[in-house]
């Protein structure tokens, strides 16, 4: 996601007409409100402790059209880009289900955290790290759950367990449904002297062109989702260049 920001225009649109002028973001919303090249520009926001400024959000035409019912239900309206990463150290916990930004590592995390090398080139998170104890670079995605590891089919095949059944399922992506094929794995991801078992690897039929070949060409070992570290927390630590984890 190279985007800072992508909102949902549906439900904006509904939340601008609900809330009228409402101090804070919908403020904002109505301040910067789209034009027909459906952009946002100049939005400020924080998370936690990290103040935020986009130069451009791009609105997109889908999500929901209403508002739950309870007003202090949680509400999606849309998804962060890995741009809010930029010169900035994000902390997910996913114990406890939160995340934090901040301008540096905490104290109290730096010194329980096992760091490998992570690059944040053209806004992609690549993290070098070991897989069966052979190193690899792994572009790391927060924004995917459903995959431990997403990967060409040929490593998939030598990271199968054998005669493990094959399940299938239809992905959406960005409005175009692909087929995943998982299957069960006895591999482990390396960080330091941590192990984390993947448990399943997955490959994609239909993947674009230039995701293939990048994986093919560039040495990337394949997308790495949430689930290896779902019982730790990670440190992306941007300015510097290092992905922490802490075992809980």
């Known amino acids: 996601m190279l985007h800072a920001v992508r909102y949902w225009r549906s439900l904006l649109d509904t939340l601008r007409q609900s809330v009228g002028s409402a101090p804070g973001p919908v403020s904002d919303y109505q301040q910067h409100a789209p034009s027909q090249d459906d952009a946002v520009r100049n939005f400020h926001f924080a998370i936690g402790q990290g103040e935020l400024q986009a130069r451009t959000i791009r609105v997109m035409h889908r999500g929901d059209t209403e508002l739950p019912a309870d007003s202090t239900a949680p509400f999606v309206i849309g998804t962060l880009g890995s741009d809010v990463l930029a010169n900035q150290v994000l902390v997910l916990d996913y114990a406890r289900r939160h995340f934090n930004l901040y301008a540096s590592v905490p104290d109290s995390l730096a010194r329980q955290a096992t760091y490998v090398p992570m690059s944040f080139d053209s806004r992609r998170v690549m993290v070098d790290m070991s897989l069966q104890g052979e190193p690899k670079q792994l572009l790391f995605d927060s ?67 230039w995701q293939t070949l990048l994986m093919a060409s560039s040495g990337m070992g394949g997308m790495l989702g949430n689930e290896p570290f779902v019982d730790h927390t990670v440190i992306l630590d941007v300015p510097g260049g290092r992905f922490g984890v802490v075992q809980r």
């Open 143 to 209: 924004g995917s759950s459903a995959f431990a590891l997403l990967t060409s089919e040929s490593t998939w095949h030598n990271l199968a367990q054998p005669a493990a059944p094959t399940h299938t399922a239809a992905v959406n992506s960005w409005g175009k449904t692909l087929t995943s094929y998982t299957v069960a794995t006895a591999a482990a991801l390396q960080v330091g002297a941590l192990t984390m078992p993947l448990r399943t690897v997955t490959y994609i039929k239909g993947m674009n062109w």
